[in-house]
């Protein structure tokens, strides 16, 4: 197999209307097509078209699979059975039109519901069945390409690179494609159909363009291409078919102009480790770690760095960045990123920022478990807000404050983070392990409850009594009483369960979720610790005194992650 450009990418070719933009591709000398079963008016469809018009030439064909549709979109599902049947099926539409396999198969995107390994490991079944002359990759990460690595035999890796797509070169996955020999797949190279009208307005590639009489994106592809990489332009027509095969070769000084103007161009044209400073009397400290790790808490430390907080700035990590590189500029020595640079694209932002200026930059990486992560969030909202938000009132407030945001938002981070590594060019890398601190004041007991361990639940709703002898059997005189139960609409509601709950025991205090099932749009859902957390503060209850009776794992989940004695009372 030749993996070599001219290349395109087939996703914008019109359906029923392929044949024109194939053929002057063909006669261009392109010998490279990348398409997917998710290409076309129907799941395959373009592989069979592309197959027919394919054959009987010398060319190579890459297409992918791992993702279905749900919902009218299209998303990724990288189980082996799917990853086979999708093999199998791109397999017999090339087999009965091109009269071969494919000769390439990328795992179109990972699947973050299903571990990486498994994917990976469908790929080679499929290639060990004959169903694809190799496989490879598609939009992975740098740790993602290393396990793969354990798996299979990379053939190519394929991810968005181009003036306005950074990030998988800023990541390393290109580089170390390149240090291991693996070809490397430019898809999008202009951008996108959104981006791709900046070309026309950037005033070194008109410049270019028009001393070459070529287009803009012919100077793009030209300049791709001197990197060793294999750009894959999406073309609809036979014109622009015909210009992406264009043989323009620019000078070094043309390609020196494009790689000052385009920061992919320096990534690409030098290695990271001849960027890097690892040492020096200039210092930034760039913290990273989850939403409410604690960040801020251990910023006091470092009194004698400015800081600088995406939580009181707000806007992008890039635009952080850009702030960065302004008092660099200025003559500060030390400086703080306070935010949660959760992958590696996002911290080599601040790493080429600062050797720009000729600062090393050290990592401080907070070890904060999600538990103890969402009770800070939880105790911050309620320090500002002095209440639990939720739903649109939450996104509202998250707008202005990026410190109040959704459950939603630590689960993002922690599916999009990347382990650190010295590799990234930091001088060191401190770990901060998590320790909460008592808080003062807070000495009494507690009991909570879930209404669960105290009652069938659906029977109440339904219109049965609670077995009041039956609570007050657990109860202890005096002591704070939480009972925490999740409502979701429907018969029977909150305000009717907590005058029952006074009937039977003045003490109990329901402190209850009301929000509708899905994805949670509040703190309040159990066993998430919003509850529990305002429970504890306006009683001055101290965790470790709390004993929760619960009914399943959830609770004793919920429990652990408080600092409660778990006992269950159902199963």
Not at 195 to 214: I, N
């Amino acid at each position: 197999m030749s993996l070599s450009a001219p290349a395109i990418g087939c996703l914008r070719l019109p359906p029923g209307a392929e044949a024109p933009v194939v053929e002057a591709a063909l006669a261009a000398g392109v010998r490279l097509f990348d398409t997917a079963p998710t290409y076309g008016p129907e799941p395959h469809a373009q592989e069979r078209t592309l197959g027919a018009l394919l054959r009987g030439h010398d060319v190579t064909v890459v297409t992918k699979v791992g993702m279905v549709r749900h919902r009218d979109r299209w998303r990724p599902d990288g189980r082996r059975k799917t990853l086979l049947a999708d093999a199998e099926r791109s397999a017999r539409a090339f087999g009965e039109t091109l009269g071969r396999p494919p000769d390439l198969t990328l795992l179109h995107l990972p699947d973050p519901r299903v571990p990486f390994a498994t994917s990976v490991r469908a790929l080679a079944a499929a290639a060990k069945a004959g169903l694809t002359g190799a496989v490879g990759l598609s939009n992975v990460s740098l740790p993602q390409l290393e396990e793969a690595r354990d798996h299979i035999d990379v053939a190519a890796v394929e991810v968005a690179i181009g003036p306005f797509d950074e990030d998988p070169t800023r990541s390393g996955v290109v580089e170390r494609c390149r240090a291991l020999g693996i070809p490397v797949l430019a898809q999008a190279p202009f951008g996108g159909p959104k981006k791709q009208p900046r070309l026309g307005r950037d005033a070194d590639l008109r410049w270019l363009a028009d001393a070459h009489g070529v287009t803009p994106e012919t100077v793009v592809l030209a300049w791709l291409r001197s990197f060793g990489v294999i750009p894959l332009p999406g073309v609809s027509r036979p014109e622009t078919a015909r210009l992406a095969a264009h043989p323009l070769t620019l000078r070094d000084d043309e390609r020196a102009l494009l790689d000052d103007r385009f920061p992919v161009g320096r990534l690409l044209r030098t290695s990271r480790e001849a960027r890097a400073v690892r040492r020096s009397r200039r210092e930034v400290v760039l913290f990273v770690g989850i939403p409410g790790a604690g960040k801020t808490r251990y910023a006091a430390r470092l009194g004698d760095h400015e800081r600088l907080s995406r939580d009181e700035r707000g806007g992008s990590l890039k635009g952080l960045a850009e702030v960065l590189d302004e008092v660099l500029a200025e003559g500060t020595e030390r400086v703080v990123m306070d935010a949660t640079y959760p992958t590696r694209a996002s911290r080599n932002r601040v790493l080429e920022t600062a050797w720009d200026h000729g600062a090393a930059v050290r990592a401080v990486h907070f070890e904060t478990p999600l538990a103890e992560a969402q009770i800070n969030a939880v105790d911050r909202m309620l320090d500002r807000r002095g209440e639990l938000l939720a739903s649109d009132a939450l996104k509202t407030a998250g707008k202005r404050d990026p410190n109040l945001f959704p459950p939603r938002a630590q689960q993002i981070y922690l599916e999009r983070f990347e382990p650190l590594g010295l590799d990234e060019g930091f001088a060191a890398i401190e770990r901060v392990p998590f320790e909460r601190l008592p808080v003062a004041g807070h000495e009494a007991p507690g009991l909570v409850f879930d209404l669960a361990a105290l009652a069938d639940v659906a029977a109440w709703r339904s219109g049965e009594p609670l077995d009041a002898d039956a609570i007050r059997s657990h109860l202890r005189p005096g002591v704070a009483t939480l009972v925490l139960a999740w409502l979701p609409p429907g018969p029977r509601d909150a305000a009717e369960l907590a005058r029952e709950l006074r009937t039977v025991a003045p003490e109990l205090e329901l402190g209850a979720c009301e929000h509708p099932p899905g994805p949670p749009i509040c703190w309040c859902r159990p066993p998430l610790p919003g509850l529990p957390v305002r429970w504890l503060r306006a009683h001055g209850v101290a965790p470790a005194k709390v004993t929760h009776f619960g009914a399943g794992p959830a609770s004793e989940a919920l429990a652990e992650a408080m600092g409660f004695q778990f006992r269950r009372l159902r199963q």
